[in-house]
C-alpha cells in the first residue's frame, strides 16, 4: 500500500512560483516513478512531469518544459515539484501519483499510475 499526499498548492499572480510538494508513505519500490499531473475544468487529466524514484530520470510535457522543474529527495520520500513563470493555463488541480511502469510512453499516461493523491488546487490570476 502506498499513500500520497500533496501540499503546496494556492494562488499566485502570473509570473510568480510556487513548489509544490508530495509525501509518499507505505510501502515503496526502487522500480516506482512519480509524477505531477493536472486537470482544469471540463478538461481531461493531462501528464506534467515525472521522475523515476531510483534513478531521477525525468520527463516533462511540453507546455511546461523550462519553466517546472521536478525532482525528489530519496531520504524523504518526497517530490517535489518547483513551477515558475506562472500562467492562467497553468490553473488546475495538481495530484501526484506513482506508478510501477517502466517504459517512458507509460508513464506519461494516467492510466498507467496505480496510486494517487488527494490533489492540491493552483490558481493563477492575471
Known amino acids: 500500500q502506498v499513500q500520497l499526499v500533496e501540499s503546496g498548492g494556492g494562488s499566485v499572480q502570473a509570473g510568480g512560483s510556487l513548489r509544490l510538494s508530495c509525501v509518499v508513505s507505505g510501502r515503496t519500490f526502487s522500480s516506482y516513478a512519480l509524477g505531477w499531473f493536472r486537470q482544469a475544468p471540463g478538461k481531461e487529466r493531462e501528464f506534467v512531469a515525472a521522475i523515476r524514484w531510483s534513478s531521477g530520470a525525468t520527463y516533462y510535457a511540453d507546455s511546461v518544459k523550462g519553466r517546472i522543474t521536478i525532482s525528489r529527495d530519496n531520504a524523504k520520500n518526497t517530490v517535489y515539484l518547483q513551477m515558475n513563470s506562472l500562467k492562467p493555463e497553468d490553473t488546475a488541480v495538481y495530484y501526484c501519483?506513482?506508478?510501477?511502469?517502466?517504459?517512458?510512453?507509460?508513464?506519461?499516461?494516467?492510466?498507467?499510475?496505480?496510486?494517487w493523491g488527494q490533489g492540491t488546487q493552483v490558481t493563477v490570476s492575471s
Open positions: 501519483a506513482a506508478t510501477s511502469a517502466l517504459h517512458f510512453l507509460r508513464i506519461l499516461r494516467p492510466d498507467e499510475y496505480d496510486h
